[in-house]
């Protein structure tokens, strides 16, 4: 297991009377990707910019990489965010008056030796290369929030901090940026994100809470674990009926980057074993996953047969019919269907204790 990268001990930022935060404890391991969630106004932004040494704490020590950067001078605590540490912040921050390239450029210069061509490399890794020579005016806002990730980047940082990153984007511009905080993680970079989105937060191999100040772990929902589990069993299902090999590494949950914990848990609870990087699926689990399967397909007819469903609607709508009817429900949904044989995408349908009947395909 990796080492701990990040170390705070019993700190605490106190502004006058208020106590953005109260004697925190954490410890961030190196290649974690951890989500910090919680409402406005819980010190979210504040632990972000301590992280940063953006600011210094009123008690308690911050260690980051082996450096305890609450003991750093101002200029060390400079040297500490230019050589460590790269920043997405929610409002940008960049010189208007400077291109997209500059912009990136300008990071490199308090590094080390500007280069053109290694930032212009950063920008076509955000899919921004057609703008480089934009200022930020002439910038869409999920471009202007690409090119804070593009000069995040640019020092190869052993810490990526990012604050609502997400925050102020469209739809399409979220995605992209979340494809990208994504690919940093399967890199092995350490990330910090503060969001207040549990789809987000969802991403992160571990999410924490602040409330007034104070931390905790934010507990996962039993209900959100079982439908990991779920999501894991049919793929297992659908990767053995088409003959290939169920390996841990092309099962994906969605919206979860760590499905190690995912997979071990399910090891834990008796629905699969582990030989080797293989998933095998106990008596218990294919059970489960059979009727799973039945569930989502036999939906799937339903919505195409009986109501008419647009096909694009289809796939999702049986995901989420199968995770609330119940065996009896789903046999008379079958028995109404006429036990049909595929479903519209031509996949077999597992037979029920209620398919004694003829069957139509």
């Given at each position: 297991m990796a080492g701990t990268l990040v170390r705070l001990e019993g700190v605490s930022r106190h502004y006058g009377p208020l106590r953005a935060l109260d004697r925190v404890d954490l410890s961030i391991r190196a290649?974690?990707?951890?989500?910090?969630?919680?409402p406005?106004?819980?010190?979210?932004?504040?632990?972000?910019?301590?992280?940063?040494?953006?600011?210094?704490?009123?008690?308690?020590?911050?260690?980051?990489?082996?450096?305890?950067?609450?003991?750093?001078?101002?200029?060390?605590?400079?040297?500490?965010?230019?050589?460590?540490?790269?920043?997405?912040?929610?409002?940008?921050?960049?010189?208007?008056?400077?291109?997209?390239?500059?912009?990136?450029?300008?990071?490199?210069?308090?590094?080390?030796?500007a280069d053109a061509g290694e930032a212009r490399r950063a920008l076509e890794r955000v899919d921004l290369a057609d703008r480089a020579q934009h200022l930020p005016s002439q910038l869409s806002g999920g471009e202007q929030q690409r090119v804070c990730v593009a000069r995040a980047l640019i020092n190869q940082p052993k810490l990526i901090l990012a604050d609502e990153p997400t925050g102020n984007l469209d739809a399409d511009n979220e995605d992209r940026v979340l494809r990208l905080l994504r690919e940093l993680h399967a890199e092995g970079h350490t990330l910090v994100t503060v969001t207040h989105a549990p789809g987000i937060g969802n991403l992160a191999d571990r999410r924490v809470e602040l409330h007034h100040g104070r931390l905790a772990d934010l507990t996962v929902h039993?209900?959100?674990?079982?439908?990991?589990?779920?999501?894991?069993?049919?793929?297992?299902?659908?990767?053995?009926?088409?003959?290939?090999?169920?390996?841990?590494?092309?099962?994906?949950?969605?919206?979860?980057?760590?499905?190690?914990?995912?997979?071990?848990?399910?090891?834990?609870?008796?629905?699969?074993?582990?030989?080797?990087?293989?998933?095998?699926?106990?008596?218990?689990g294919r059970e489960?996953?059979?009727?799973?399967?039945?569930?989502?397909?036999?939906?799937?007819?339903?919505?195409?047969?009986?109501?008419?469903?647009?096909?694009?609607?289809?796939?999702?709508?049986?995901?989420?019919?199968?995770?609330?009817?119940?065996?009896?429900?789903?046999?008379?949904?079958?028995?109404?269907?006429?036990?049909?044989?595929?479903?519209?995408?031509?996949?077999?349908i597992p037979v029920g204790d209620c398919c004694e009947l003829p069957i139509i395909s």
């Open positions: 290649g974690e990707w951890l989500a910090v969630m919680g406005s106004g819980s010190g979210k932004s504040t632990l972000v910019n301590l992280l940063g040494a953006l600011d210094q704490p009123t008690a308690g020590r911050v260690v980051v990489d082996g450096v305890e950067i609450t003991a750093l001078p101002e200029a060390g605590r400079v040297r500490f965010r230019r050589e460590k540490v790269g920043i997405i912040f929610q409002q940008f921050h960049l010189f208007p008056y400077l291109t997209a390239l500059e912009n990136v450029m300008v990071a490199q210069h308090y590094h080390s030796v039993d209900e959100e674990i079982e439908r990991r589990y779920d999501e894991v069993l049919v793929q297992v299902w659908a990767l053995l009926e088409d003959g290939r090999l169920p390996e841990a590494r092309r099962v994906k949950v969605p919206d979860v980057v760590d499905n190690e914990r995912t997979l071990q848990g399910m090891e834990e609870s008796g629905l699969v074993t582990r030989p080797g990087t293989t998933l095998e699926l106990t008596g218990r489960r996953a059979r009727d799973l399967v039945r569930r989502r397909r036999l939906a799937e007819v339903l919505f195409t047969s009986a109501l008419h469903l647009p096909r694009a609607e289809v796939e999702l709508a049986a995901c989420r019919m199968e995770h609330i009817i119940d065996p009896e429900v789903t046999n008379s949904i079958c028995g109404f269907l006429g036990h049909p044989r595929h479903c519209p995408h031509g996949r077999p």
